[in-house]
């Protein structure tokens, strides 16, 4: 049976790539002018480092805002961290009292206490070094109290708070920024990045409380929320948000350890809208992870971290452990130092990082590609059963202008994400089963190992091209500042990775015979043949081999964290990394490609059938590969255009290696079969 390609819907496929190509093009400027990226590393981390290697604070803030540090995270203090510093003096009641009857509290004003019988065990007395620090405290614990659970014993130079709470657990509550740490790191020329946490029934004064410490100061360029909520949550994230656009700060989004969306921050996402995506994607390496790696593997991360995944803003931990021949400060400060030199080898600036702006693509190129999608599916309808043109009109037609109502009036995120896995599926299944039209062209021809070689290459590069069409038909129809940031994520991945299998087994039927005594191809009667067909033991093991490949392959794509990567094969992705902008995919130039050609030496020299549909199937895993990797949006467009022109580059040289040795093993083991009859 001759399979026809309808030209009104190749023209309509092509219309849809050009549509997609100008507004690839436009986030490709945008990606371009997103190229800031912010170091950021808590004050409390500089701190420490000060009192254990006995270094001034004011040398050490010098000391990495040279090595490239460009900001400096403070959290809220707590009456813990102030008593260390001694800005404040926290006293648990029971103390007080003990030192009273033991005849050991000497002090006038706490013996008059003690004995007008004012002093209660259970409650904390907070004694002020430091008016700055004294009066935040009192203002924060009255607000995370009560006004009536907080009196003010004493004036003068060393003022004095009764807390009515248990002392083990006042010490540990968060109390508000310091005005004072924020005030030192804009000082010295960093960027500040507070990181405040929510108030417990939040009220208007507690959201206000927050930013009249914040405004002031100069110099802030993000906030960064810490614990389960952002501050404002639930009722009053509309507040934060015009707090936010009043001082034009950015909202640092920190991302998840599995790479997929972010950390669970209650209220993080409607803010992020509130804030009209002024928003950077903010990565830390995981606290069990960093110890385990050495300073060049880190610095390392950061880059492939800022490349690869759109993260504008570094959130640093310090080494607590020092590198081998040098001290704990020469350690933090080289990769600090190693960091900012990688990073800005590679194209990227150093400051306050940028952001996206709120983009959109055009709603008529948007339907160009719907348009085109539509194709590409009534020509692989068309090409796994012959269907009249009418039919095949009113599949295109109609669908498309359903899905265009909601593109043209500006929204349809889900209709987007519909025609984004309809291209994923249909794209990589048309270009095989276009290849496997014209292997049923040539007629399985004798030819020599050139011409497989030559025929397998330029084919191969016509289905990349085909499959390419898809990859690119996702970049557009998903690229918009929500996807960029990551706050919308492709839907379709297991779908991507399962559904085109199937279809390549459909079309497979329809224009090969698997059982060769059989004389024809429908796919009725082949599928009962093998429903049929007898189980032995060496079947049932090729039966566990295959499905716990597909365990691996499946388990393997998305963001999951069931199916590990042996130690080998990240020695091997880290060296691509190192050598390539675009490490290329293991399932492109490893299996795919080099499957592809597998499968035009297996249909030529006329290998068992069930090869041959092996081979198929393995090569449509790396044209569906392919055009995965466009789903990931975060990722620049041009870096998955580059990884797919490496994938199918390496692949087609792995591919031809693989057929000449294959080749040249037939050709031994065919020529000691002569020798072995001769013998005889």
Known sequence: MAYRYNKIFKVL???????????????????????????????????????????????????????????????????????????????????????????????????????????????TYVIGNNDQAFAEVKSDLARRLSPDR??????GAFPVLAVKA??????????????????????????????????????????????????????VSSIMFSGDEVTGYPGLISQ??????????TLDMIEHPLQLQFMKQEGLLPLAVLNDYRSARVYVIPKDEQPKLKLDEAVHRWLLTDEERNIRVNLLRKYDIPA???????????????????????????????????????????SLIILG?????????????????????????????????????????????????LSAVTLPVLAMTYQLDRWREDKAQDFSIGKILGKGLSNLAVAFAIAMVGGLYVAALLGDVRFFLEMEIYRGV?????????LIFIVYLTRFNLFPQMKTQKIGPQLRQLLNMTITMKSMLALAVVAIVALVYVGRSGHTAGVPVPNFEVQARAFLENVLYARPREKEFLIGHPAFLLAAMAFYQRWPRFVHFALTICATIGLMSLVETFAHIRTPVFMSFDRGINGVVFGAVIGVVVVLGVQFIRVLVKRAGRRTFSDE
């Not at 009418?390 to 500006?410: E, F």
């Open 240 to 249: 934060v948000a015009q707090e936010l656009k009043a001082k034009d700060l």
């Open 150 to 155: 907080v009196e003010q014993l004493a004036d």
């Open 494 to 502: 297991k779908v991507t990775f399962v559904l085109p299998l199937v």
């Open 324 to 366: 081998q021949g040098m001290t704990l400060l020469e350690t933090n400060l080289k990769y600090v130092q190693g960091i900012r030199d990688l990073l800005t080898e590679k194209g990227f600036t150093l400051g306050r990082a940028s952001v996206f702006p709120v983009y959109y693509p055009s709603p008529w190129l948007l």
């Open 166 to 219: 248990n002392y083990e657990k006042v010490v540990k509550w968060n109390l508000g920024l310091s005005s004072e740490e924020m005030q030192t790191v804009a000082a010295h020329g960093y960027y500040v990045v507070p990181r405040p946490t929510n108030y417990l029934k939040v009220k208007p004064d507690d959201v206000q409380s927050v930013f009249d410490r914040i405004r002031p100061i100069d110099h």
């Open 13 to 123: 496929v092509i219309v849809g790539l050009v549509a997609a190509c100008g507004i690839c093009v436009q986030r490709f400027q945008l990606e371009q002018n997103n190229r800031t990226v912010e170091l950021v590393l808590d004050y409390e981390d500089i701190v420490e480092l000060s009192e254990v290697e006995g270094v001034s604070l004011e040398s050490l803030l010098g000391q990495f805002k040279e090595a490239g540090l460009t900001s400096l995270a403070v959290y809220d203090t707590t009456l813990e961290k102030l008593n260390k510093s001694g800005k404040v003096t926290a006293i648990p009641g029971a103390t007080i009292l003990h030192q009273y009857r033991e005849g050991t509290l000497t002090d006038p004003f706490w013996r008059n206490l003690a004995v007008s019988g004012r002093i209660a065990a259970a409650e």
């Open 373 to 421: 999608c539509w194709a590409a599916v009534c020509l692989l309808v068309s090409a796994i059963r012959p269907v009249p043109d009418k039919y095949l009109y009113m599949l295109l037609i109609v669908p498309t202008v359903i899905m265009l109502v909601p593109i043209l009036k500006g929204s349809g995120t889900l209709v987007r994400q519909a025609a984004a896995t």
